[in-house]
C-alpha cells in the first residue's frame, strides 16, 4: 500500500453514532404512569361515592318496574304502529288499484250516453216496439235496426264494465273491512297507561331529584377521568412510537456505518495484499533479473586469477532485459554485478595468486612440495572440476575453467529470459491461487452475513 493511500484511511475519522436515549423515555413513561395511577385513585374514589349515592330501595324498586312497564309498553306501542302501517299500505294499494278501474269505466262510458245496461235494454225494447207498430216509414225502420244492432254490441262492451264495476263494489268493502281493523289498533289504554307511568317516574325523579343530579355530577367526573387516562395511554403509545422510529433509524444507520467500514477494511486488506504481492513480484523479477550463472563466472574468474596470475578479469556485463513490465515499474530493469564481487569467502590478498604475492613467491621455492588453497579445491568440487594435485596439472585445470567459462556465457542470456519467465508463470500462478482463495474467503463472509442477518430478522420478529 502505498504512503497516500494508508494516509487516507488513517485520516477518515470514524462516524459517532449515537444512540437514542431510552432512559428519559422511560422517565417520561413512568411519570405518565403515575399520572395514570393517580388518576385511578380519584376513579375509585368516584366510584365508591356513587354506589354511595344510590335511592331508597322501595323507591329504586318501584322506579325499575315502572321503567319496566314502560318499556313493554312502548314495544307493544312499536308493534301496534307497525301493524297500521301495514293496513294503511294495503288500504294505500286497494284505493289506488279501485281509482284505476273506475277511470277505465269512465273512459268508455264518456263515448256514448249510456251509464248502464239496463239504460241500453230500455232504448232497444222502445225502438223495437216503435218497428213492430208498423208506423215508420222505411227510412226510419233501416235507420232504428241500425241503432238497435249497435246497442246491442255496446251491451256486450257493457258486459265487461260491469265486471269492473263488481271489482270496484269488492274493493269498497275490503278498504271499509281495513279501516275496521286500523280503528282496532287505536288502543287509548295503552296511551292512557303510558301517560299514567311516566307521571310516576317523573314524580319519583322529582323527589330525587338532587340525588341525581348528583349522581350524574359524579358520572361525569368520572367519564372526564377516563378520557384523561386515555390521553395518557395516547402520550405513552406516541412516545414508544417516536423511539421506535428512532431506534430503527439508529440501528439502519449504525449498519450502513458498519457496512462502510468493512468495505474500507477490505479496500484497504485487498490493496496491502496488492501491494504484498507487488513487493514479492518485483523480489522475484529482479532476482530472475540477475544474469544466469553469475556465481560460477566470478567463481571461474576467481579461480584463473589464481592459477593465473596473468589473467584480466573482464568487465561485467549488464543483465538481460526482463521482456515486460515490472509491476511497480514501467522501466526496463537491469542488474550489474559489483567488479569486485568474490564468490569464495577467502581473504583476497590470499585467494588471488599475483606473482608479487608472498605465497606466489613461497609456492616457486616449494615446487616439489604443490599445494592447492582449500577454497580453491572446493570451488572447483562445485564446478564439478578436478583439482590439480601437482604444478604440471594446472595447465589443464586452466583450459577446463576457460572451456566453462565459454560454455556458460554463451548460455547465460537464453538460461536468465527462461529464468525470467519461470518467475513470471510462478508470478501469475500465485496471483491467480491468491484471487480464488480471496473470492472464497469473500463468499463465505457473504455467507455468514447473510444468515446472520437472516436469524437477526427472525429474532426481532
Known amino acids: 500500500m502505498s504512503a497516500e493511500t494508508a494516509t487516507s484511511f488513517r485520516s477518515a475519522p470514524r462516524k459517532f453514532i449515537k444512540r437514542p436515549d431510552d432512559k428519559a423515555l422511560k422517565e417520561e413513561i413512568e411519570g405518565l404512569k403515575n399520572e395514570i395511577k393517580k388518576l385511578d385513585l380519584a376513579n375509585n374514589e368516584l366510584t365508591a361515592q356513587i354506589n354511595k349515592t344510590q335511592v331508597e330501595d322501595g323507591a329504586q324498586k318501584k322506579r325499575s318496574k315502572l321503567q319496566e312497564e314502560l318499556k313493554s309498553l312502548i314495544q307493544q306501542q312499536s308493534a301496534s304502529k307497525n301493524e297500521r302501517n301495514a293496513i294503511n299500505d294495503q288500504i294505500k294499494n286497494i284505493d289506488g288499484q279501485m281509482k284505476k278501474r273506475i277511470a277505465e269505466i269512465q273512459a268508455q262510458t264518456s263515448k256514448n250516453n249510456f251509464k248502464t245496461v239496463g239504460e241500453i235494454d230500455s232504448r232497444i225494447s222502445y225502438l223495437d216496439g216503435l218497428i213492430d207498430a208498423g208506423d215508420l216509414k222505411l227510412a226510419d225502420e233501416r235507420r232504428?235496426?241500425?241503432?238497435?244492432?249497435?246497442?246491442?254490441?255496446?251491451?256486450?262492451?257493457?258486459?265487461?264494465?260491469?265486471?269492473?264495476?263488481?271489482?270496484?263494489?269488492?274493493d269498497k268493502v275490503k278498504i271499509a273491512d281495513l279501516k275496521k281493523k286500523l280503528s282496532s289498533f287505536q288502543n287509548k289504554e295503552l296511551s292512557a297507561r303510558f301517560d299514567a307511568i311516566q307521571k310516576e317516574l317523573d314524580t319519583i325523579n322529582e323527589a330525587n331529584k338532587s340525588l341525581y343530579s348528583k349522581r350524574s355530577t359524579l358520572f361525569d367526573k368520572r367519564t372526564e377521568i377516563k378520557k384523561q387516562k386515555d390521553e395518557k395511554y395516547n402520550q405513552i403509545r406516541k412516545l414508544r412510537a417516536d423511539f421506535d422510529e428512532q431506534f430503527a433509524k439508529f440501528k439502519s444507520t449504525l449498519a450502513e456505518e458498519k457496512k462502510?467500514?468493512?468495505?474500507?477494511?477490505?479496500?484497504?486488506?485487498?490493496?496491502e495484499k496488492q501491494a504484498k504481492r507487488k513487493e514479492v513480484a518485483e523480489q522475484q523479477l529482479a532476482e530472475a533479473s540477475v544474469p544466469a550463472f553469475t556465481t560460477e563466472i566470478n567463481s571461474i574468474h576467481n579461480l584463473l586469477s589464481y592459477f593465473d596470475p596473468s589473467y584480466?578479469?573482464?568487465?561485467?556485463?549488464?543483465?538481460?532485459?526482463?521482456?515486460?513490465?515490472?509491476?511497480?515499474?514501467?522501466?526496463?530493469?537491469?542488474?550489474?554485478?559489483?567488479?569486485?564481487?568474490?564468490?569464495?569467502?577467502?581473504?583476497?590478498?590470499?585467494?588471488?595468486?599475483?606473482?608479487?604475492?608472498?605465497?606466489?613467491?613461497?609456492?616457486?621455492?616449494?615446487?616439489?612440495?604443490f599445494?592447492?588453497?582449500?577454497?580453491?579445491?572446493?570451488?572447483?568440487?562445485?564446478?564439478?572440476?578436478?583439482?590439480?594435485?601437482?604444478?604440471?596439472?594446472?595447465?589443464?585445470?586452466?583450459?577446463?575453467?576457460?572451456?566453462?567459462?565459454?560454455?556458460?556465457?554463451?548460455?547465460?542470456?537464453?538460461?536468465?529470459?527462461?529464468?525470467?519467465?519461470?518467475?513470471?508463470?510462478?508470478?501469475?500462478?500465485?496471483?491467480?491461487?491468491?484471487?480464488?482463495?480471496?473470492?472464497?474467503?469473500?463468499?463465505?463472509?457473504?455467507?455468514?452475513?447473510?444468515?446472520?442477518e437472516e436469524e437477526q430478522v427472525n429474532g426481532e420478529a
Open 144 to 170: 232504428f235496426v241500425k241503432e238497435m244492432s249497435a246497442l246491442r254490441k255496446l251491451r256486450k262492451d257493457f258486459g265487461g264494465i260491469e265486471k269492473t264495476q263488481s271489482l270496484i263494489d269488492a
Open 260 to 271: 462502510k467500514r468493512d468495505e474500507e477494511y477490505k479496500q484497504r486488506q485487498a490493496e
Open 312 to 369: 584480466v578479469k573482464p568487465a561485467p556485463k549488464t543483465a538481460v532485459a526482463t521482456n515486460g513490465n515490472l509491476p511497480t515499474n514501467n522501466n526496463i530493469r537491469t542488474v550489474e554485478m559489483p567488479s569486485d564481487v568474490v564468490v569464495i569467502k577467502k581473504e583476497q590478498e590470499a585467494f588471488f595468486a599475483g606473482s608479487k604475492s608472498k605465497k606466489s613467491k613461497q609456492r616457486k621455492n616449494k615446487t616439489k612440495n
Open 371 to 452: 599445494t592447492v588453497d582449500p577454497d580453491v579445491i572446493v570451488s572447483l568440487s562445485d564446478l564439478s572440476i578436478p583439482f590439480p594435485t601437482k604444478e604440471e596439472e594446472v595447465t589443464s585445470t586452466v583450459e577446463v575453467l576457460k572451456e566453462t567459462l565459454s560454455a556458460l556465457e554463451d548460455k547465460q542470456e537464453e538460461q536468465t529470459k527462461t529464468n525470467i519467465e519461470r518467475a513470471k508463470a510462478r508470478i501469475a500462478k500465485l496471483e491467480a491461487e491468491e484471487d480464488a482463495r480471496e473470492a472464497e474467503e469473500a463468499a463465505a463472509v457473504d455467507e455468514e452475513e447473510e444468515v446472520a
